[in-house]
């Protein structure tokens, strides 16, 4: 008998090419409005060390392109280095969505390197108003990394995420700015997680642009259309192959489930900031956006070369 390998196809042209990488739900911080309840008390979940190397070759092979590591804290996983420089490894380019409360001198020698990005959520100038929504005080920490993080040439990006009657929004955006910070996005809380106020989670507060063209794996392995949507899940990796959970049928079920809650079934093409390009996937024409966006008018959505813009990116 001879031994046969498995060939696993690319993933054609409108196959996701952004994955989010939810290591953990383990977080130094406990933010009102965390979209899936991290802090403190969070664990790492079921996923090893073997199984997000393996993801992370699959996800080579099937032709994604750029993964974002988040939580949770990603850089608090045990494996967080490793799994970084993986990616980088199999070709891949990786942005690191963290709270920047604390960054270990390995860390930051590994997020220099080309091919890696970094992003966190910023709520204030104000200390106070920031330290308020991550309930810990966070604040001088994060600034002090972000303007590190800058100097250090490290592309960086910022959101603010304007609670209900927050202040400071452009002063907090001219603190950004006095840091070196040009890539900045604001959203809103959403409805999720510890955002929810206890309501069951509703696809017609997603963006309605869900798992088109990225899709994100938790902590369990489990594969969902995005971070916000990881009830609707369409497969586990630790069951499955990734390809075949990217392209099958539960996957196009649930998009369409999100599009059909948003009325997006005939408008599925993310959108821009005007002169914002190259983005990811690609957005035309590109629709200006205000300060506070509506439903799928996001967080982060900032689009700068060598990683994609984030169309409904999460603000935690």
């Keep these: 008998m001879t031994a046969t390998t498995e060939v696993k196809p690319l993933l054609n042209a409108k196959g996701p090419r ?3 990488l939810d290591l953990t739900r383990k977080c130094q911080l406990n933010c009102i409005h965390c979209y899936n309840a991290s802090g403190p008390q969070g664990t790492h979940g079921t996923m090893s060390r073997e199984n997000w ?12 392109t750029h993964v974002q590591f988040i939580g949770g804290e990603p850089t608090l996983h045990p494996d967080f280095l490793e799994l970084l420089e ?3 490894t199999v070709g891949i380019q990786a942005e690191v969505f963290s709270n920047l409360v604390h960054v270990s001198e390995s860390c930051w020698e ?5 091919g890696v990005a970094l992003a966190t959520s910023y709520y204030s100038d104000q200390a106070g108003e ?7 005080r966070s604040h001088a920490r994060t600034r002090a990394n972000i303007a590190r993080a800058v100097r250090l040439g490290i592309p960086m990006r910022a959101g603010i995420i304007a609670a209900s009657g927050a202040r400071h929004i452009e002063e907090t955006r001219r603190d950004l700015g006095s840091l070196g910070v ?3 996005g604001v959203d809103r809380v959403r409805e999720f997680g510890r955002g929810s106020g206890g309501e069951a989670p509703d696809a017609a507060n997603l963006c309605g642009r869900c798992g088109d063209g990225r899709a994100s794996i938790g902590p369990d392995g489990r ?17 499955a192959p990734l390809h075949l959970i990217l392209t099958g049928v539960a996957m196009a079920e649930a998009n369409a489930v999100i599009r ?16 914002q390009t190259p983005c990811y996937p690609a957005q035309t024409p590109c629709t200006p956006k205000g300060d506070f966006p509506t439903p799928c008018q996001p967080d982060l959505a900032e689009c700068y070369p060598g990683f994609p813009s984030d169309p409904c990116g999460p603000g935690r």
Excluded at 130 to 136: C, G, I, K, P, S
Excluded at 260 to 275: H, I, L, S, T, V
């Design 130 to 136: 920031h330290d308020a929504m991550t309930r810990r």
């Design 53 to 64: 190397i393996s993801v992370l070759d699959q996800a080579s092979d099937a032709g994604i």
């Design 260 to 275: 059909r809650a948003a009325g997006k079934e005939d408008d599925c093409q993310p959108r821009c900031y005007p002169n």
């Design 18 to 20: 952004l994955l989010w």
């Design 86 to 88: 993986h990616t980088l």
């Design 223 to 239: 594969v969902a259309p995005c971070v916000f949507s990881t009830w609707m899940g369409v497969g586990n990796v630790q069951l």
């Design 182 to 184: 040009t890539r900045v």
């Design 110 to 114: 590994l997020l220099q390197r080309p």
